[in-house]
């Protein structure tokens, strides 16, 4: 299978560039601002701004929407770790809503469900590159007054009804980390339309300080958490792979859901006109009995980067250790959470990540092809 990342001499022209002028920090070069006003084009938002990870893209987009201690701030179980811990960061508590099984996607229903006096915050997750309900939560964040946050770390590109996801809500992150679909080894970016949360994040992210304003002229506490220009030239570059490389995966993923849906004991996500471009960041498919065979088989066959997925964050002891270190403190309840749906998908989910959608057709077909033997075998 193809490697990952992709690039060539265009990085490299790049990277040598910015060597060569001797500006490395985006203090004094403007790389980095560059590729905010590029991705931010990309993603359809007023406002892009970098910084070193995916992570703590979520935690200040979380402070600079005000959430802080003792806030409760609604989340997937289903998802990768930092959109929880992200909320512990800030001291918030992470409140788990359940998922739909279909879909993987955290559930409207559930969410709502889950609101109390204290949520503050919904983080959204546009899990697999799958633009999430948007219409839904936005609605749900309007009738609770919640800032409604995209966590788009695995969605680069990916448009709900005709918009790129990130700026439908109020404000959204991105990872550029190593296994996304754009990436500089590490990095991210939060982008929002929002005027007034777009000069706060700048804050968070340079030291406090104000967009013109003077080196110590430090308004507000904030972090440095700047990107440097070498990963800027590098995702500035990556960025213009990015279509062509999307085109490629769409196509192989839509191979594989042709080959797979029509299968007894698989289940593929359902179609929704609603998601107008899939971030194609993994393939996820559930195999109810056949999960352990499959992913035997396609490890055997050289596919060893076929996961069984997450580890539901509701089950997870450090996650839980902290939130209700929080609750104690403040003699606040820890609402336990309930997902069903949760447990259940994450004893029968396998994923290709984004990788095994770069093969040809021959190999794409050969994927569906072991996976399909095996779990008819299993059957
Ligand atoms: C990768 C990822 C993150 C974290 O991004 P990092 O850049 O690795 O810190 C957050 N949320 C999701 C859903 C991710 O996949």
Same mark, same amino acid.
């Given at each position: 299978m193809p490697e990952w990342p992709e690039y060539g001499d265009d990085e490299a022209k790049a990277l040598l560039e910015v060597l060569n002028s001797?500006? %490395?920090? *985006?203090t004094s070069g403007d790389v980095v601002a560059t590729f905010e006003r590029e991705f931010a084009e990309y993603q359809e938002a007023g406002h892009a701004i970098c910084l070193v990870n995916g992570t703590l893209a979520i935690a200040i987009a979380l402070r600079a929407a005000g959430v802080g201690i003792g806030d409760e701030v609604i989340v997937p179980?289903? !998802?990768?770790i930092a959109t929880a811990s992200a909320a512990l960061f800030v001291g918030a508590v992470p409140v788990f809503a359940d998922i739909d099984p279909d879909t993987h996607l955290l559930d409207p229903v559930a969410t709502e469900a889950a609101v109390t006096e204290r949520t503050k915050a919904v983080v959204v997750v546009h899990l697999a590159g799958r633009p999430a309900d948007m219409d839904a939560f936005n609605a749900l964040g309007a009738r609770h007054g919640l800032t409604v946050i995209e966590d788009a770390a695995q969605a680069h590109g990916a448009a709900y009804k005709g918009r790129p996801v990130? +700026? &439908? #809500?109020d404000v959204g992150t991105f990872s550029f980390q *190593? *296994?996304?679909? &754009? !990436? +500089?080894g590490e990095g991210g970016a939060v982008v929002t339309d929002d005027d007034k949360l777009a000069s706060a994040l700048y804050s968070l992210v340079n030291v406090g300080r104000v967009p #013109? #304003?003077? %080196?110590?002229?430090?308004?507000t506490v904030g972090y440095n958490l700047r990107l440097t220009e070498f990963q800027a030239a590098i995702l500035r570059v990556q960025l213009r792979r990015h279509p062509r490389l999307q085109e490629l995966r769409e196509r192989n993923a839509r191979l594989l859901t042709d080959l797979l849906s029509e299968v007894d004991g698989i289940q593929v996500a359902p179609e929704d006109p609603a998601i107008t471009a899939h971030g194609r960041h993994l393939f996820m498919l559930r195999i109810p009995g056949g999960r352990e065979a499959v992913l035997e088989s396609l490890t055997a066959a050289g596919l060893t980067r076929v996961s069984p997925g997450y580890v539901p964050l509701h089950r997870n002891a450090a996650v839980l250790r902290d939130a209700k270190a929080i609750t104690t403190r403040l003699g606040q309840p820890y609402p336990e959470a309930n997902c069903p749906n949760a447990d259940q998908v994450s004893t029968d989910t396998i994923w290709l990540p984004q990788t095994y959608l770069l093969g040809t057709e021959a190999q794409t077909q050969a994927i569906a092809t072991a996976i399909t033997a095996t779990a008819n075998a299993a059957d």
């Open positions: 001797g500006n %490395w920090g *985006s179980p289903y !998802t990768f990130g +700026a &439908i #809500g *190593s *296994s996304k679909n &754009i !990436t +500089a #013109g #304003g003077g %080196w110590y002229q430090h308004e």
